[in-house]
């Protein structure tokens, strides 16, 4: 699919909302450095080109969850909730807090990747492993290519009760089998100063020694941009031109597009731009322009190279592309596809828990429980579960005229395949069916209620919507 946007442009604002506006499979690399989840506020170096840049990397669940992101990934990617969930549970709220804001932006990516690219997504130990569930559940685990280890040196005291703590993390999925890949290759210095002279095999000499050149390994020696180094715009988090044009080079070619979502000060971007590839990022931080076009100008001086470029070449937008493909806000891989509305109805908009409260008033009894549609069973409403009437594997969607209570066993039988009619059979094949008329009745009287909220425009209180 063509891109929505022109090379070079650069979107301000939350990349979620520029990366749902973007064509589906339109980029060819992501190679993106988000926050840790470090628990800390990180500030640029007073006096430095990215003067004024920070951003807080302290996670709240009340705070930073919206409602909207929970329904969503709960109707349509249980098993993505789960990761965020055990998350959560393990670590902490603010831990489940990062994963539920970096889940959904993540399903933003890789509905923008073509089916030939990879994503790199930058990280340290702190969150990694429970990044890595994450994009298990989104890329899928047989798609995970590499965990790359960048090691550096840096200075500071030696700490008294752990090990120097001295590498980054770089989780590579590519979105399909049939993804890009140039191989890298690194020297093997020989032991001594003396070549092997073994049958075949090619060697060299350096100052350092005799070498052989052999596969890339994955785990990098790399220094980290130096206080004194050209490279250094004092943005908090920088990180070394060399690191991502190894990545850019390895899974793109030249003239690919490569996106970096929260490209900060602009290191992809520079390294896309040496590497001849097109490219396109996107940042809240209000400055990343004229950092972009600072660092694409001392490009020369830094690298030894011509300028091929002028300030106009960038484009900086702070208002989302228009969609130009069908439109679908979901991935194809998780089959999950729905048409873009553009003025949704309030009866829309209602919250998985707005659409609780009136069905379990629909589907309730004089005594106050709750009728379960799928087998009868008279329940507390606590017991209940919002379910899909038709799957949305077939297409059905989030909105309350799909939507039915029932109980455990029956949300759990239904899955996310079955239809209500199905369900019935199982159920009465099964021997769970305990009153199939109460049943139907109740799923009668739940899609009766959504045709009243559609139709009769009723009156619902302002909590009831996402």
């Known amino acids: 699919m063509q891109p929505n946007w022109a090379n070079r442009t650069l979107f301000h604002g939350d990349n979620l909302d520029f990366m749902r506006a973007m064509n589906s499979e339109s980029v060819d690399l992501i190679a993106t450095d988000p926050p840790f989840n470090k628990s800390r506020d990180f500030h640029a170096t007073p ?28 109707d349509d990617y249980p098993k993505l909730i789960e990761a965020i969930e055990s998350a959560r549970y393990a670590h902490s709220d603010g831990m489940g807090a990062y994963m539920c804001f970096m889940a959904v932006r993540l399903l933003a990516m890789h509905r923008v990747l073509k089916p030939t690219g990879s994503i790199y997504l930058h990280c340290d130990p702190t969150a990694s492993h429970y990044l ?23 200075g500071g005291a030696s700490p008294k009760r752990h090990f120097s703590r001295k590498h ?51 785990y990098w020696e790399l220094d980290m941009v130096g206080r004194t180094s050209k490279e250094r715009t004092g943005y908090p988090t920088q990180k070394p031109l060399r690191l ?12 690919d597009i490569v996106l970096d979502p929260f490209c900060g000060c602009a290191t ?43 300030e106009s070449a960038v484009t900086l937008r702070s208002e989302p592309p228009a969609r130009t493909d069908e439109g679908d806000t979901a991935s194809e891989y998780l089959q999950v596809r729905e048409k873009r509305i553009f003025q949704k109805q309030p009866w829309m908009k209602l919250s998985r828990a707005g659409m609780t409260e009136l069905l379990a008033g629909a589907q309730s009894t004089d005594a106050g429980e709750v009728v379960c549609a799928g087998c009868g069973r008279r329940l507390h409403v606590r017991f209940m579960h919002l379910d899909h009437i038709d799957p949305r594997s077939g297409g059905g969607s989030n909105y309350i005229i799909n939507r039915v209570l029932l109980c455990a066993p029956c949300n759990q039988a239904k899955g996310n395949k079955h239809t209500m009619p199905q369900l019935h059979k199982n159920n009465r094949k099964d021997g769970w069916m305990e009153n199939e008329d109460f049943a139907k009745r109740a799923l009668k009287n ?14 619902v209180q302002r909590d009831m919507f996402a």
């Open 47 to 74: 006096d430095s080109l990215a003067s004024g840049a920070k951003f807080q990397d302290r996670w709240s669940w009340e705070r930073d969850v919206h409602q909207e992101w929970i329904d969503q990934l709960t």
């Open 132 to 154: 890595k569930a994450v994009m298990d559940a989104i890329f899928g685990w047989r798609n995970f290519r590499n965990e790359i280890v960048w090691c550096y040196k840096s």
């Open 168 to 218: 980054d993390l770089i989780l590579w999925y590519s979105k399909s089998g049939k993804y890009k890949f140039n191989p890298q290759t690194e020297k093997s210095y020989n032991r001594g100063f003396k070549p092997y002279r073994f049958a075949g095999v090619e060697e060299f000499e350096d100052e350092r020694g005799w070498y052989t050149l052999v596969g890339m390994k994955d």
């Open 244 to 255: 991502y044009e190894r990545i850019i080079k390895a899974s793109s070619n030249e003239g």
């Open 268 to 310: 992809t971007l520079v390294a896309a731009e040496r590497s001849n590839r097109r490219w396109v990022g996107i940042d809240l931080w209000k400055s990343a322009h004229e950092l972009v076009q600072s660092r694409l100008r001392s490009d020369t001086e830094i690298l030894g190279q011509h300028a091929t470029h002028d």
């Open 446 to 459: 739940a899609r009766e209620k959504a045709e009243q909220v559609m139709h009769e425009n009723i009156h």
